[in-house]
């Protein structure tokens, strides 16, 4: 069981917008520790797609965005495309008795 | 741009030591941390540990018995052992860098492309 909770799988057609939900707890995400996301291709490495909350490396499409508010962070995601599916990882810092560096249970993005 | 790429064994017995070595180039070794992750088929990511530059570790609470995180900054590696592996070890491994500053591990801006490790006799 992961430490942040996200839901299995998200769907959305072409075009729309879906987000993904990622909860913590007053240790991790509560504490004001930031969270990351990666995306992760089948049978690909993980990659950093959104850090600092809300901040996107260079190269990542603006159609991507983060958010925190809370216990939660969101990672949305706009004018969906077909190679968006893929698998989708939320991270962030945990100061309780699990590990420091933790990440959600992933969620699978279907295109339809 | 920085690369990592991990090598090791495929196959390890039961019981017997993982070790994976992870080479870094394009890049320096300080002041990152360096971590391990792990992947099993069809899961989600868990970390195992980190260390970093200046050579201190942390590792995951559910595997520290058992872990040791290694640092050679003459041959631009480190390396990862896990002993006393079970089936339930079995999984992609990746090397990855951490951003975070003194303080702590902050998020990983570059990964290896992972290596999968099979425990069975």
């Known amino acids: 069981q992961s430490v942040l909770t996200q839901p299995p799988s998200v769907s959305g057609a072409p075009g729309q917008r879906v987000t993904i939900s990622c909860t913590g707890s007053?240790?991790?995400?509560?504490?004001?520790?930031?969270v990351h996301w990666y995306q992760q291709l089948p049978g690909t490495a993980p990659k950093l797609l959104i850090y600092?909350?809300?901040n996107r490396p260079s190269g990542v499409p603006d159609r991507f965005s983060g958010s925190k508010s809370g216990t939660s962070a969101s990672l949305a995601i706009t004018g969906l495309q077909a190679e968006d599916e893929a698998d989708y990882y939320c991270q962030s810092y945990d100061s309780g008795l699990s590990a420091d560096v933790v990440f959600g249970g992933g969620t699978k993005l279907s295109v339809l | 741009q920085v690369q990592l790429q991990e090598s090791g064994p495929g196959l390890v017995k039961p019981s017997e030591t993982l070790s994976l070595t992870c080479a870094v180039s394009g890049g320096s070794i300080s002041p990152y941390y360096w971590s391990w992750i792990r992947q099993p088929p069809g899961k989600g990511l868990e970390w195992i540990g980190y260390i970093y530059y200046s050579g201190s570790t942390n590792y995951n609470p559910s595997l520290k018995s058992r872990v040791t995180i290694s640092l050679d900054t003459s041959k631009k590696q480190f390396s990862l052992k896990l002993s006393s592996v079970t089936a339930a070890d079995t999984a992609v491994y990746y090397c990855a860098r951490d951003l975070g500053d003194g303080y702590g591990p902050y998020y990983f801006d570059q990964w290896g492309q992972g290596t999968l490790v099979t425990v069975s006799s």
């Open positions: 007053s240790s991790n995400i509560g504490a004001g520790y930031d």
């Open positions: 600092g909350n809300n």
